[in-house]
């Protein structure tokens, strides 16, 4: 794969970017992302490409392969040390701040997985990005998603078997052994890297793993026993599938649990109401599900909310609440009829 230097597409869009926020977003909102954060997400994207060129042009580079990690690596160090180190003791309007060196590092981040996707290919999938996934989802979100998973966790009565499906790493998993000192675990997961990271946390926990059975299944052909579970969790994990699977996967998850179980769901959305908060959903969910199109292979292209299927198969939505400006809510259902045999029929939300 050849590299373009300063025509690579994702470099023109990150210039792009950047000059479309400076004269049209900027000057019309007094959001805290589009003033600082947004700009430096792009700075390595459409920074480095041109630094790469030059360095061919003089030689200094041999090659005209996409970045390697040692270059994006050193690139950030560089822009870090000289805008939130040396700048602010030259320039009165420079200011050191932590965070700016985390988005240049999640746009560096970005940038490599996606310049490097083809060498990257062979290996997608969550088992490439489970040894990682903790530290992106700290760096990237802190405890928001956290906070988000465990939002209802408090309010459930005591459960005997709860289904955790597409748990990933085992955050949830853990805090739900603690809060619940009965319950069994299902944790299903189609990722053997994920399923190992969440048994390592477990271990780490010191909490007993003799109360959990992990499964490696695609959750798209597995069928889980009928009525078994008086509680199913999908933290992050429905909007990675289409319409189309969402309409057999719901279903059949609902089919599992008991009359009266309850259904935890925490996951992204886009706020209905125009303005800023919109907008600023709408550039995370565009740079979201083409980062794990790449990476993982992701089926879905965009959100699709999984409440009308979730509705329609006789759960009842008791709590729900939202955070981080409306990118983020956290819902908790209940079983109260026996669900229709006609999933098919559901009518898709317009967001």
């Known amino acids: 794969m050849i590299f373009r230097y300063a025509l690579d597409p994702l470099c023109l869009m990150a210039v792009f970017g950047y000059v479309l926020n400076r004269l049209a977003i900027e000057p019309v909102t007094t959001s805290a992302f589009f003033h600082g954060c947004f700009n430096d997400l792009l700075l ?4 480095l490409p041109p630094v790469l060129w030059l360095q061919r042009l003089f030689g200094w580079r041999l090659h ?3 970045p390697a990690p040692a270059e994006i690596i050193g690139h950030w160090l560089v822009w870090s040390v000289v805008c939130e180190g040396i700048g602010p003791l030259f320039f009165s309007r420079a200011v050191a701040d932590w965070r700016d060196v985390i988005a240049y590092a999640a746009g560096a981040l970005a940038a490599g997985l996606w310049w490097n996707r083809a060498s990257i290919a062979v290996r997608s999938g969550f088992d490439f990005l489970a040894p990682y996934y903790d530290g992106m989802e700290a760096l990237l979100a802190g405890k928001k998603l956290d906070l988000c998973r465990i939002a209802h966790l ?3 009565p005591v459960c005997r078997e709860a289904l955790l499906v597409g748990e990933g790493h085992g955050r949830f ?5 603690k809060s619940q000192p ?8 189609s990722s053997a890297g994920m399923l190992w990271v969440a048994r390592a946390r477990l271990r780490r926990a010191g909490l007993p793993g ?8 695609n959750l798209l052909e597995w069928t889980p026993p009928p009525a078994a579970y008086d509680l199913i969790v999908t933290n992050f994990f429905l909007d990675c ?4 699977q969402l309409a057999e996967l719901v279903p059949r998850l609902a089919a599992a649990a008991q009359s009266g179980a309850h259904w935890l769901v925490a996951d992204f959305q886009i706020p209905s109401r125009r303005g800023w908060r919109r907008l600023r959903a709408v550039i995370i969910h565009w740079v979201m599900y083409r980062f794990f199109r790449i990476v993982t292979r992701l089926p879905a292209r965009s959100l699709t909310p999984p409440a009308p299927w979730i509705g329609q198969q006789g759960f009842a939505l008791e709590q729900r609440c ?3 400006h409306g990118l983020l809510y956290a819902e908790s259902w209940k079983k109260t009829r026996l669900q229709s045999s006609c999933s098919s029929s559901v009518i898709l939300p317009h967001d």
Do not use: H, N, Y
Request: no cysteine; proline share 5%.
């Open 44 to 47: 390595i994207p459409a920074a």
């Open 210 to 217: 003799d109360r959990v059975t992990f499964r490696k299944k």
């Open 182 to 189: 009965e319950v069994r675990i299902t944790s299903v997961d």
């Open 322 to 324: 939202e955070s981080d």
């Open 154 to 156: 408090a309010g459930l």
């Open 64 to 66: 005209d392969r996409p």
């Open 173 to 177: 998993l853990v805090q739900l052994l």
């Open 241 to 244: 599938f289409t319409a189309a």
